[in-house]
């Protein structure tokens, strides 16, 4: 790993936060029973996270407002700037109010005025992702946040993912959440003989990379995309449940996929009788249940696009929505609509 010690040891440190955030809920049914299941573990969670308790977890301090600014310290290089920012929307700004914007040239470095991250592309042949920091500690940071330009990759597909992927990861951090393998919990990454990869260190007979988290809300949550652990490199960007849990509660729940064109509450709480009498007129809780559990579960929540019946509509196009092997298919097919879809003229639900 090409990485410098303090670079490497900086990207560590933010392993543990987001871990905390995570709740294993992953609801796999999509019936009205599995609904209520999935309501309880959302309430429970919503307890967990109370606000009282969460300064215990978190450094507040490290959350940046929800609109994020971001500059580019490089030229060009403006194919990967797009697989970067895509890989933003259908991670982070997908679920949750986080919107990363601007993306114009960083000012000179040094200039004491820019509040916003700084974002460079590792294009060394031998680079490695990575933060300099967490959370708002990047602000106006040189190179505080590298993504590697996956040279490994041979196709534009190949480093399309392993971008997009990376940038969900690092900016995972830069939101202020650490990595998920790091909490005392986790045994998926053990130390062999007694030793880890460089820049990792061997604690209770596992790998751990930089300081702890102090969040320990939820149970280790092994998918989450700040997870070492996870199935694919990087979960190939796709948030989890419980990333999308941490992700709403810190910056708000009004995602790229609750816009008006997928999402209308008033539509969504009379389909499901079950959810008005949970959420009553409580619109903010009912909009954070249709990201959490709503778009995975394969609900509807608007007149003109139901996910389900638009796969089945159109099976030739799951294949080629989105980017992620493992991204939530339904999610795929409401960007679908709202970007081809709708304007192709396709039919969206019955
Ligand atoms: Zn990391």
Not at 39 to 50: F, Q, R, V
Not at 125 to 147: E, F, M, P
Not at 229 to 251: E, R
Request: charged share 20%; hydrophobic share 35%; aromatic share 10%.
């Amino acid at each position: 790993m090409k990485l410098s010690g303090r670079s490497f040891h900086l990207c560590l440190m933010y392993v543990g936060l987001f871990a905390a955030l995570i709740v294993s809920a992953i609801l796999l049914a999509a019936c009205d029973d599995a609904m209520d299941e999935s309501y309880e573990k959302e309430m429970a969670l919503d307890a967990d996270l109370d606000d009282s308790k969460v300064d215990l977890y978190v450094n507040k301090n490290k959350i940046w407002p929800s609109t994020i600014k971001v500059c580019w310290e490089q030229d060009g290089l403006e194919k990967e700037k797009g697989w970067i920012k895509a890989g933003l929307m259908y991670s982070w700004e997908a679920y949750s109010s986080v919107r990363f914007v601007d993306f114009k040239k960083c000012p000179f470095m040094g200039s004491p005025g820019y509040y916003g991250l700084r974002v460079g592309i590792d294009t060394s042949g031998a680079g490695q992702s990575y933060t300099l920091g967490l959370g708002n500690d990047l602000n106006n940071k040189s190179w505080g946040v590298v993504i590697n330009s996956c040279p490994e990759y041979t196709t534009d597909t190949g480093r399309r993912l392993c971008m997009a992927s990376a940038a969900a990861h690092e900016f995972g951090h830069a939101l202020g959440f650490a990595h998920e393998q790091n909490r005392p919990e986790s045994t998926c990454r053990p130390c062999i003989a007694g030793k880890c990869m460089p820049g990792e260190t061997c604690r209770n007979g596992q790998c751990i990379q930089g300081p702890d988290g102090n969040v320990t809300i939820g149970t280790f949550d092994k998918e989450s995309v700040m997870s070492y652990c996870a199935s694919a490199h990087n979960a190939n960007g796709v948030l989890s449940q419980t990333d999308i849990l941490g992700a709403t509660h810190y910056y708000g729940s009004a995602g790229r996929l609750t816009d008006s064109e997928v999402f209308n509450v008033d539509y969504y709480l009379n389909l499901y009788p079950s959810l008005k009498a949970t959420f009553g007129s409580d619109k903010n809780r009912a909009r954070r249940h249709w990201v959490v559990n709503g778009i995975r579960e394969g609900k509807r929540a608007h007149p003109k696009i139901h996910s389900t019946y638009y796969l089945n509509r159109y099976p030739e196009l799951a294949p080629n929505i989105g980017w992620g092997k493992n991204l939530d298919l339904n999610a795929r097919a409401l960007f679908h609509w709202m970007t081809y879809g709708r304007d192709e003229g396709r039919i969206g639900a019955p």
